[in-house]
């Protein structure tokens, strides 16, 4: 009779130990699937932080081109002025001489 009620009080214990540990792993996997779910969430979000930001350099990349051909622009009509005024003063001298 002990040894039939110590083999019922260790099966008892047993399937309690499976149980419990059944539900702590239902209870894991839910979490997993919660933090997975998370993470894409959060990788998309990066993903189209990421775009924003190539698309952002790609726009000041123009701009920068831009900038520089209105510069060398303005330096090649700085230089003509500069030629052009030059050549009338030359001018203005030798009338005044």
Do not use: G, P, W, Y
């Not at 047993?14 to 993470?39: M, P, Q």
């Not at 930001?53 to 330096?75: A, C, F, H, P």
């Amino acid at each position: 009779m002990k040894r039939f009620l110590r083999n019922s009080i260790l099966l008892i214990l047993a399937v309690l130990s499976f149980s419990a540990c059944s539900n702590l792993s239902e209870k894991v996997e839910k979490k997993l699937d919660e933090l997975n779910n998370r993470t894409e969430a959060l990788d998309s979000l990066i993903n189209k932080e990421v775009d924003k930001v190539l698309t952002l350099d790609s726009i000041i990349n123009t701009e920068s081109d831009k900038v520089k051909r209105l510069d060398s622009l303005i330096n090649k009509t700085s230089t003509k002025l500069d030629s052009i005024s030059s050549e009338k003063v030359n001018l203005l001298k030798k009338l005044i001489e």
